[in-house]
């Protein structure tokens, strides 16, 4: 069982996301990671993957609150907030985007990474200050996420993970 496209209940709004109509539809259906930082978490950001990696593509937007108390009230603030995102190609999972979503008080992210290949667990960048967000979509039938973050999902609880914690696995042909 993988949890798909949905955040609390509501159907993930890739477009709306993304901003780009041509890459939304290649994650419909697909699965969804939501990573967020509160602010004592560490702030710097790694890359899930290996892989090559696409320009960064910055969405202007505002800098709501990600907290999942302002997320109960409006699902679509990952889509009204800052955001900036690559992405991943790797033979084994495809298409990847990693996204970093500003939020109040931590509207700064700053791209550490050069180049165009990228190695797991390498930084990709970090948030100045405060909480915020890395979103990661995947593309249907690529990924599992593992069972205790599902079943704490489902319960409506956050789970702590920590970097280079495995958090699911590539689902095999």
Same mark, same amino acid.
């Given at each position: 069982?993988?949890?798909?496209?949905?955040?609390?209940?509501?159907?993930?709004?890739?477009?709306?996301?993304?901003?780009?109509?041509?890459?939304?539809?290649?994650?419909?259906?697909?699965?969804?990671?939501?990573?967020?930082?509160?602010?004592?978490?560490?702030?710097?950001?790694?890359?899930?993957? %290996?892989?090559?990696?696409?320009?960064?593509?910055?969405?202007?937007?505002?800098?709501?609150?990600?907290?999942?108390?302002?997320?109960?009230?409006?699902?679509?603030?990952?889509?009204?907030?800052?955001?900036?995102?690559?992405?991943?190609?790797?033979?084994?999972?495809?298409?990847?985007?990693?996204?970093?979503?500003?939020?109040?008080?931590?509207? %700064?992210?700053?791209?550490?990474?050069?180049?165009?290949?990228?190695?797991?667990?390498?930084?990709?960048?970090?948030?100045?200050?405060?909480? %915020?967000?890395?979103?990661?979509?995947?593309?249907?039938?690529?990924?599992?996420?593992?069972?205790?973050?599902?079943?704490?999902?489902?319960?409506?609880?956050?789970?702590?993970?920590?970097?280079?914690?495995?958090?699911?696995?590539?689902?095999?042909?």
């Amino acid at each position: 069982m993988c949890i798909r496209d949905r955040v609390k209940g509501h159907r993930f709004d890739n477009l709306s996301f993304l901003n780009n109509a041509d890459l939304a539809q290649n994650y419909l259906g697909g699965t969804l990671v939501i990573v967020r930082l509160a602010p004592p978490d560490y702030h710097r950001f790694h890359f899930p993957v %290996s892989g090559s990696v696409s320009p960064n593509t910055q969405i202007d937007g505002d800098y709501y609150s990600v907290n999942p108390l302002a997320l109960r009230k409006m699902t679509e603030i990952f889509c009204l907030n800052k955001r900036e995102f690559t992405i991943l190609s790797n033979p084994l999972f495809g298409d990847d985007v990693m996204a970093e979503v500003g939020a109040t008080m931590a509207g %700064s992210i700053v791209q550490t990474y050069t180049g165009d290949l990228a190695k797991k667990g390498e930084e990709k960048g970090y948030f100045k200050f405060g909480g %915020s967000t890395v979103v990661l979509l995947f593309e249907k039938n690529k990924i599992c996420i593992d069972a205790d973050l599902l079943i704490n999902t489902l319960k409506g609880y956050e789970t702590g993970i920590k970097q280079g914690e495995k958090i699911g696995a590539m689902i095999t042909p």
